[in-house]
Structure formats: structure tokens, C-alpha cells
């Protein structure tokens, strides 16, 4: 019901305006989110609506089927952006900003990843290179932005920098081999390590290194790669246990930091969920309480290969002036 309701309010807001005007209001998205996620609320019985955000939580991902038309799309990209304005890619972007307004969360980017672009592509990337080769290859289990303090902490070195997302938003214009995103919600996690594991892993003793989309900006904006010391892997909140880690940036200090690492890579085979995104539909993770991954994916870049399109929102009534580049609706530091 909620996702007949998103791509009916979607596509009369879509067939209501031209491409250009469309992607102004994208641009927007502190606007556009919550009037289309009011005119969504205006056709769901607050029953079958629930609390989208409290699901996130609990569940570490919310599946939604079709709801969007990926209609008339240009050949798949080559780069992470720009997105190409058609059809397909409006009504796309427009269900994402849809449900960030649901979860009640602002739609974001930061300003060291891919120029601070909103939205970008996931796709295979042509030549050889970091890049290309991660493009094609399995994901391990992670949380996005993974360098940046989850909310409600502050980085110990660059107090300015903002929180990494709560959720990322994943929109499927093709996935024609059936790439499976994998989401490892953290119960199942836990379950699976012993006491001691988990001790471990809610002390401060990790190291934290940016990823590989982030070095980069990371560097130009602060002026050195951010590495953050004395961090934990999960934490204990007011909202629960959330988790915080990247297979590849994540360092241990110590025999025993390490076990439970190597206890939490073992979990997360156990504890995955593998989700198949056909066109049209939208996966929202949780940035907090699940790591995702990805299954390979191979085949040659462009034409009709895979791609979606993701997008992160953030809970941000708690974001300091310094936390924002100014002049921008959405671009978070650094």
C-alpha cells in the first residue's frame, strides 16, 4: 500500500512538470521531501503507514517494490555522476527523497565525496584502477561514511565534521544478472559472537580510516587523510546498539581486538539477508543498525548493466552551522 501510494504520488508529480523543472526541484531536496512525503501520508491509512523509522531501525532495511517507473533511461553510465536527467532517473530520485521525507530524515551529501553530488550512480566502471576493480567486485559487509562519528558523537580531531548517514537509499534502474545487495542487521551479529567478542568491539581501541570514495575530498577539504583513533566498532545508544565498521578501514591494536574482528567477518555470512533489486524497486538501509554488502558484479560497463542510484539521509536537528557548507541545501562537511 505505501509503495502504490509513493509511485502514485511520484508519477503525478513527475507528469506535472518538464525534465528541467523537475530537476530544479530535486535540487531542493529540504523542500521536495516533505511535500512528497505529506502527499504520501495523504493516501495511506496511518495503520498501514506504521513508523517507517522505527521498521528501519528494528529490521536494518526496508524493501519497497515498484515503486517508481524506470521508463525511458538513457544507456547506463560510466561514472559515478553526473545522473542524466530522463525519465526513468526523475521519477527515481523523487521516490528516494519520498521515503528520506517518511523516515522523517533530511536528504544529504557531503562535500568530500564526489564533488558533494546528491544523488550518484552505482555502476561498472570502465579501465583498470581502484575504482574499476571495486566497481565489479563483491562488497564486504560495511556502514557508509564509516570515518565520520555516527550522530550524537563528534569527531575527536575535526570537531566540525558531520555525522555519516543514518540511511542509504538504493533505486534500481537495472540490475539484468540479478545482483544480490546483502544487508547483515546487527542482532544477527551479535547473536552470533561470544560475550567477550562483543566487549571487545564496544571498546575504544579501533582506528578508523576513511574509504575509498571519501580519501580523497577527505584530504583536500581537511588537509590530510582523516584517520580517527580510539573508536568503538559497536556502540551503545539511546536508540540501541548501533555499529560502525568497514572490513577494509577498520584497524585493530591488539590480539584481542583482532579475534573479534575476525569473529565479526565470520558473523556476517551467517547473518546476511541477500536482496535482488528488480527496476523500479527502492532498498533502505540502515546506516546504524546493519552493515550491507554487495555480491559481484561483473560484465562489461555501459550499455544495459547494472545500475542504481543511491542517495543518504541523516536525522539533522542537531547540526551546527559549522557542520554545513553554506550556500548548499544539502552538502554536509567535510
Known amino acids: 500500500m505505501v509503495s502504490g501510494a509513493i509511485r502514485e504520488v511520484v508519477s503525478e508529480w513527475a507528469a506535472a512538470r518538464g525534465l528541467d523543472a523537475a530537476c530544479a526541484e530535486l535540487a531542493n531536496p529540504a523542500e521536495l521531501a516533505p511535500q512528497l512525503a505529506s502527499a ?20 536494518g532495511f526496508l524493501r519497497l517494490m515498484g515503486v517508481f517507473d524506470p521508463a525511458e533511461l538513457d ?10 536527467s530522463c525519465p526513468g532517473t526523475i521519477t527515481g530520485r523523487a521516490a528516494m527523497l519520498a521515503i528520506i521525507g517518511l523516515l522523517e530524515l ?15 550512480n552505482l555502476v561498472t566502471l570502465p579501465g583498470e584502477g581502484v575504482f574499476a576493480d571495486k566497481s565489479r567486485k563483491s562488497m564486504h559487509g560495511h556502514t557508509d561514511a564509516v570515518s565520520f562519528p555516527v550522530r550524537g558523537y563528534r569527531s575527536a580531531s575535526f570537531p566540525n565534521i558531520a555525522p ?74 539511546g536508540e540501541g546498539t548501533w555499529i ?28 546476511a539477508t541477500h536482496v535482488v533489486l528488480q527496476p523500479g524497486d527502492l532498498l533502505i538501509l540502515s546506516n546504524r543498525t546493519a ?6 558484479v561483473g560484465g562489461d560497463p555501459g550499455g544495459t548493466s547494472r545500475w542504481l542510484m543511491r542517495g543518504y539521509g541523516l536525522k539533522t536537528q542537531e547540526l551546527t552551522e559549522a557542520q554545513r557548507y553554506a550556500g548548499s541545501p544539502h552538502i554536509l562537511y567535510p
Not at 40 to 46: A, Q
Not at 167 to 193: E, K
Request: proline content about 7%; glycine content about 6%; hydrophobic content about 40%.
Open 164 to 237: 555519516s548517514p543514518d540511511a542509504v537509499c538504493l533505486a534500481a534502474l537495472r540490475n539484468p544478472d540479478g545482483v544480490p545487495t546483502i544487508v547483515m542487521p546487527v542482532p544477527a551479529l551479535v547473536a552470533a559472537l561470544t560475550p567477550d567478542h562483543v566487549a571487545e568491539l564496544k571498546t575504544r581501541q579501533f582506528s578508523v580510516r576513511s574509504q575509498k570514495t571519501f580519501i580523497t575530498g577527505t584530504k583536500r577539504v581537511l588537509g590530510e587523510e582523516l584517520v580517527e583513533v580510539d573508536v568503538e566498532v559497536l556502540l551503545e545508544t
Open 106 to 120: 533530511e536528504a544529504v551529501s557531503y562535500g568530500s565525496e564526489n564533488s558533494g553530488e546528491l544523488f550518484v
Open 291 to 296: 552493515l550491507h554488502g554487495r555480491a559481484e
Open 40 to 59: 504520501v501520508r495523504g493516501r495511506v491509512e496511518p495503520a498501514d503507514l506504521g513508523d517507517p523509522w522505527a521498521h528501519l531501525h528494528q529490521a
Open 75 to 84: 544507456a547506463t553510465p560510466e561514472a559515478f555522476f553526473p545522473i542524466p
Open 244 to 271: 560502525r565498521y568497514s572490513h577494509s578501514s577498520v584497524d585493530t591494536l591488539g590480539e584481542d581486538s583482532e579475534a573479534a574482528v575476525e569473529a565479526l567477518n565470520a558473523a556476517c555470512a551467517g547473518a
